[in-house]
């Protein structure tokens, strides 16, 4: 298909297959930002060990579990794979389940495993759910695109990482008109656009910190900081002074509560900055910052570069 639409000599852009960027410009998802994310994710729950479950079928997919497996190992920690040598159709379940199924039981645990989509996510999930292994007590489960009926019928419902498509349809029709109009955009033109943050349900919503402690201050910090939630009212709410919380954060998380908070707070700012067109004074004002100018200044100060141009970078098709 794509010899087909060379051939034609018409204006074209590639949204798919990444390894035609050589031939056309390019608009696609950040994949290692998605293995970051998610990797994140299930360190902020305390899960110790870590696998991604993916296909061979596809460079995209590929490309994820090279960055998740990648990003993990820059920060000193191991993980296993298993890649199945095509994803669809599945010629015998039962084999493929089974298959699965043992790999789960090879895995130290508890692990937090990455789908490199939700098809497949599902299906670890179903693998789980044979094997008798809790999810997401032994296992914790994060997909890809985020397909609302996999996710919300998947027992438990699936956490999954959005993805930006709309953003992406909106940035790939933007290229397209500038080479219709003659424009000569530079060869291998590329745009990769962040992921939308993600969607937690229950398949990875636990945390799983062994001191009780900062597995306590760690939900509450999650549900509450972007609602004004300080280290004070924090320390009230468990009982504890505030150098103990401290020392036993710093341990587990090796950040502060202070830090832990300010990292919750801007992780809902700069999914609000791309999701919506609210001002930077509303954002400020759901965020727990008490001005729009206070959020200006802790933003820049701790990313490098003011909301709106976050927001401006994030939404390249605006």
Not at 83 to 110: C, G, M, N, Q
Not at 117 to 131: F, I, T, V
Not at 172 to 184: K, T, V
Request: hydrophobic letters at 40%; a neutral charge.
């Amino acid at each position: 298909m794509a010899d087909q639409v060379s051939a034609t000599g018409l204006p074209a852009v590639e949204l798919r297959s990444s390894h035609l960027r050589e031939r056309r410009s390019f608009v696609g998802v950040d994949n290692a930002r998605i293995g970051s994310l998610v990797a994140e994710h299930f360190l902020e729950r305390g899960y110790p060990h870590f696998a991604v479950y993916g296909t061979e079928n596809e460079r995209f997919f590929s490309e994820r579990v090279q960055k998740f497996v990648t990003f993990l190992q820059g920060l000193g920690e191991t993980c296993s794979t298993l890649l199945e040598t095509a994803s669809y159709p599945v010629v015998d379940w039962e084999k493929t389940l089974a298959h699965l199924v043992a790999w789960l039981r090879s895995l130290p645990k508890p692990v937090g495993i990455l789908a490199v989509n939700d098809a497949l996510g599902s299906r670890l999930l179903e693998a789980c759910l044979r094997a008798g292994i809790s999810v997401p007590g032994e296992v914790g489960v994060v997909g890809v695109e985020n397909d609302e009926t996999l996710c919300a019928f998947a027992s438990p419902p699936m956490s999954s990482v959005r993805l930006p498509g709309v953003d992406a349809g909106f940035c790939a029709a933007q290229m397209l008109d500038r080479m219709m109009r003659g424009e000569r955009l530079e060869a291998g033109a590329e745009i990769l656009l962040p992921p939308g943050g993600i969607v937690c349900r229950r398949s990875s919503d636990e945390f799983l910190h062994a001191d009780g402690l900062v597995a306590a201050a760690a939900r509450l910090i999650r549900d509450e900081a972007p609602f004004g939630l300080n280290v004070e009212a924090l320390c009230l709410r468990l009982h504890t002074s505030r150098s103990t919380l401290e020392r036993r954060m710093k341990a587990a998380l090796q950040r502060t509560p202070k830090q832990e908070i300010l990292r919750v707070r801007f992780r809902e700012v700069e999914r609000l900055l791309i999701e919506t067109d609210l001002t930077v004074e509303a954002i400020a004002e759901q965020t727990g910052f008490l001005e729009g100018h206070h959020l200006q200044s802790a933003f820049k100060q701790a990313r490098g570069i003011t909301p709106g141009a976050y927001r401006s970078r994030g939404k390249l098709a605006g």
